[in-house]
């Protein structure tokens, strides 16, 4: 009896627990459960933490001054969470532009400014994708001749290198002489064997492009008669370059005291993409760029690249706009009130 009490009375607790767990939720019981966050692992946080201030900068090669500018950029601008810098290798600065505007994570590159030459036809609003932060240095451009050679003209159909492929020299000096209107025969070899090539008489010139003075031309012993030759800035280099002149105390030996010789320099630019005013992307780079603008007191100081002590934060860059949040930083500056002495 009593066992058959007991089987009856299972039977019903049974019934009963199915019923319970198939009636829908309360309100009560809804709110609780939809109350409770979705719990986010340690990994995802520090994941997201980490990229929340993060700037990808597409500098250049191992061996080229825009990569160690990048990297002291990243070293002062550096505020744990707050920003990150990260220094990408690339293949060059002339190439940037194609990694500022393809390349996903990048924000920043640094470019040679007639870079964006190449761009004109396959995206004719280029400049309307890629503003300015810094006009970080001039690359002035040396043309070295031998001594039979008296002019430019005098080049037609000879051989002139230009270094190896990936410089500024391989990209922009093959660009300045189609400018120019000078057909050469182009060859693209380092320079220290196309100097050697050029005390033998089998290269008439040889073409550097970056920021003066050259070591070559300080210590390599010339015979009288090389010599760098002028080049006239005027309106076919407006878009891009600057005027620049190469000057008797940098290069004594071969230049005479006194006398200045003109010619044009590509400006070495540290730009951003063009990111939409508010976006999460154009938030970071304001970010890094009142840091950097801020603080580059610092990049002047020992222990850096001698070319900061050259910059000027409000240096304009021909052919660019200057990215807003670098305006409106020179704008607050403008209006400060000057400092008592």
């Known amino acids: 009896m009593i066992m058959m009490f007991a089987a009856r009375l299972l039977r019903v607790l049974t019934v009963s627990a199915v019923v319970v767990l198939a009636l829908p939720p309360t309100q009560a019981d809804a709110q609780e459960q939809t109350a409770q966050p979705r719990r986010v692992s340690t990994y995802e946080q520090q994941q997201e933490k980490i990229n929340a201030w993060t700037v990808g900068l597409a500098a ?16 002062v601008v550096d505020d744990g969470a707050n920003l990150h810098v990260l220094p990408i290798v690339t293949r ?24 964006l030459d190449e761009y004109k036809i396959q995206v004719p609003e280029i400049r309307r994708h ?33 270094n190896t492929l990936g410089t500024a020299a391989a ?33 008439a010139a040889v073409v550097f ?47 005479k005291p006194g006398e200045r010789i003109s010619t044009i320099a590509v400006p070495t630019v540290l730009v951003a993409y063009n990111w939409p005013a508010g976006s999460d992307r154009y938030r970071r780079v304001t970010r ?5 603008f801020t603080r580059v007191d610092k990049l002047q ?29 020179l704008d ?8 008592k002495q």
């Open 92 to 115: 060059g600065p002339t190439e940037n532009v194609n990694s500022l505007l393809y390349l996903r994570g990048v924000d920043l590159a640094i470019i040679n400014s007639d870079a």
């Open 288 to 292: 890094f760029t009142d840091t950097l």
């Open 209 to 255: 492009i970056t920021s003066k003075p050259v070591d070559a031309f300080l210590r390599g012993q010339w015979e009288p008669g090389f010599k760098f030759l002028p080049v006239t800035y005027d309106s076919k280099f407006e878009d891009y370059y600057l005027p620049a002149a190469l000057e008797a105390a940098e290069y004594p030996a071969l230049i």
């Open 60 to 75: 250049g090669q191992v061996e080229g001054a825009p990569l160690r500018l990048a990297a002291e950029m990243a070293r």
């Open 171 to 203: 990209y922009s000096g093959p660009l300045i002489f189609s400018r120019l209107g000078i057909n050469i025969e182009k060859t693209f070899i380092p320079h220290p064997l196309a100097l050697q090539q050029m005390r033998k008489g089998d290269m």
């Open 332 to 339: 607050r500056e403008a209006r400060k009130p000057p400092n």
């Open 301 to 329: 100081a020992p222990g850096f690249d001698a070319k900061w002590k050259t910059i000027n934060l409000g240096a304009a860059v021909p052919g660019l706009a200057r990215f807003p949040a670098a305006q409106e930083w």
């Open 130 to 162: 890629v503003t300015y932060l810094l006009n970080l240095f001039p690359s002035e451009l040396h043309i070295f001749v031998r001594p039979e050679i008296q002019s430019l003209q005098d080049l037609a159909g000879k051989k002139v290198n230009f």
